[in-house]
């Protein structure tokens, strides 16, 4: 069965630091990854996905096989950027969506 | 830019009531999901609809639970007999094509007494 691992609860980062959300998978094929944000109070939207291979509101991700991971960077965050992350994928036709738990991220000024 | 609209944003129901889920998919999507998320624990799937069928479901989707598009604009969701278990915040998403983004409501939370 296909899993999507977010090990950190909680990410709690300084204004300008660099942020980098781990997301690992299981799944022998080829998934689709995508990040989903949800900022506060608002509705889970989508972030950025990997084949799009696009950097949004300065974040990018990078699909690594061999690693089976599919991390979220930042190299400089901002109040913003306090949300909670949601690593996803989806391995079927019809995209159901499988997700990570969650990780809450509080950039402090 | 259009979204998809769920009502109500919160139901309050016993145990044993029945309870129909609302929401307005995007109108030229094609796609219609139900995800679920229990406080404090991941979003789960519930359901996929194409082609006025359900496409694939999860063990969740019991018996208890069903959907319907009665009338080309709205996507229910209803559960029989509710158990305190059931209560959750729940989403409904849509999409334009399979694999592509998925659009999502704010979510109607739940709360069964």
């Known amino acids: 069965a296909q899993r999507v691992t977010q090990p950190e609860k909680l990410l709690s980062v300084f204004k300008g630091a660099p942020v980098e959300l781990k997301c690992n998978y299981s799944y022998s094929g080829s998934p689709e990854l995508f990040w989903y944000v949800q900022y506060s109070r608002q509705r889970l939207q989508l972030l950025l996905r990997h084949i799009s291979r696009e950097s949004i509101k300065g974040f990018t991700a990078d699909l690594n096989k061999g690693e089976t991971s599919f991390h979220l960077k930042k190299p400089f965050a901002q109040e913003e950027d306090s949300a909670m992350y949601y690593c996803a994928l989806t391995t079927d036709s019809w995209g159901k969506l499988q997700f990570g738990a969650g990780t809450q991220v509080v950039v402090t000024p | 830019e259009p979204e998809v609209t769920q009502t109500p944003s919160h139901q309050v129901t016993q145990m044993g009531q029945e309870v129909i889920l609302r929401c307005v998919p995007i109108s030229n999507h094609l796609y219609f999901y139900w995800y679920r998320q229990i406080l404090g624990q991941k979003v789960e799937f519930l359901v996929s609809?194409?082609?006025?069928?359900?496409?694939?479901k999860s063990e969740i989707f019991d018996d208890q639970f069903s959907v319907e598009r009665p009338d080309g604009s709205n996507f229910t969701l209803k559960i029989r007999s509710t158990k305190l278990e059931d209560s959750a915040m729940y989403f409904c998403a849509s999409g334009r094509m399979e694999n592509t983004e998925a659009f999502f409501g704010q979510g109607t939370r739940l709360t069964v007494v």
């Open positions: 609809f194409y082609n006025n069928e359900i496409s694939e």
